[in-house]
């Protein structure tokens, strides 16, 4: 069954150092996003990315975050600097269109201390 | 803006019993609306999903019903089993953003067996 993949699956960062998720989404899903969780609480919308564009951004998505599809399978979000808060699990999930079923993948841990 | 949120933030309940898990959301213009699970360590899990001109659907063991007049949702899982244990989240989309799935805060569900 076609799963999303990200990786890597815990990263552990400084404050102030950039840090690169990366996520391969479902082969022929053409809608891309980024939630993340912090523990225990709800999952919340980062991003949307669809055409080689962002549709749609949260607050949270400020001028420290970015992502990126490099290549034709590959898509990825990036935070310039990182901040304490910034410690959460890292989602990615596609679509195939518009619709409400994303598929996720496990998520990224990342730690900022 | 987020509307959706959550009456109970855990349940418990017998395995074999009917789970009834509840959402309430705020924005009349929530034209759709999905009910995800969250299993420990991993993503969300797509279940069942209802447009707003419906008030009734049904899947495999679960039904979500659309309450419009009082802005409220709920899944029921029937015969629930000890692999139901997780947290569900009620999420929706706004007619103005459908790449924009936001989620609820979450019910954890364990199931006693």
């Known amino acids: 069954e076609p799963e999303v993949t990200q990786t890597p699956s815990h990263q552990v960062t400084q404050m102030g150092q950039e840090v690169i998720l990366r996520c391969v989404p479902i082969?022929?899903?053409?809608?891309f996003y980024w939630y993340r969780q912090i523990l225990g609480q709800k999952v919340e919308f980062l991003v949307s990315?669809?055409?080689?564009?962002?549709?749609?951004k949260s607050e949270i998505f400020d001028d420290q975050f970015s992502v990126e599809r490099p290549d034709g399978s590959n898509f990825t979000l990036k935070i310039r600097s990182t901040k304490l808060e910034d410690s959460a699990m890292y989602f990615c999930?596609?679509?195939?269109?518009?619709?409400?079923?994303?598929?996720f993948g496990e998520g990224s841990r990342l730690t900022v201390l | 803006g987020e509307s959706v949120g959550l009456h109970l933030p855990t349940l418990s309940v017998q395995e074999g019993d009917n789970s009834i898990i509840n959402c309430a959301y705020s924005?009349?213009?929530?034209?759709?609306f999905i009910w995800y699970k969250q299993e420990s360590g991993k993503g969300p899990q797509f279940i069942i999903d209802?447009?707003?001109?419906?008030d009734k659907r049904q899947g495999q063991r679960v039904t979500v019903l659309l309450n419009k007049t009082v802005k409220h949702l709920s899944l029921q899982i029937a015969a629930t089993q000890p692999g139901d244990s997780a947290v569900y989240f009620c999420?929706?989309?706004?007619?103005?953003?459908?790449?924009?799935?936001?989620f609820g805060p979450g019910t954890s569900l364990s199931v006693i067996p």
């Open positions: 999930a596609s679509s195939a269109g518009i619709t409400g079923e994303l598929f």
């Open positions: 082969s022929n899903h053409l809608y």
């Open positions: 990315f669809y055409n080689n564009e962002i549709s749609e």
């Open positions: 924005n009349s213009a929530s034209d759709y």
């Open positions: 209802i447009r707003s001109n419906m």
């Open positions: 999420a929706e989309n706004l007619k103005t953003s459908y790449d924009k799935v936001i």
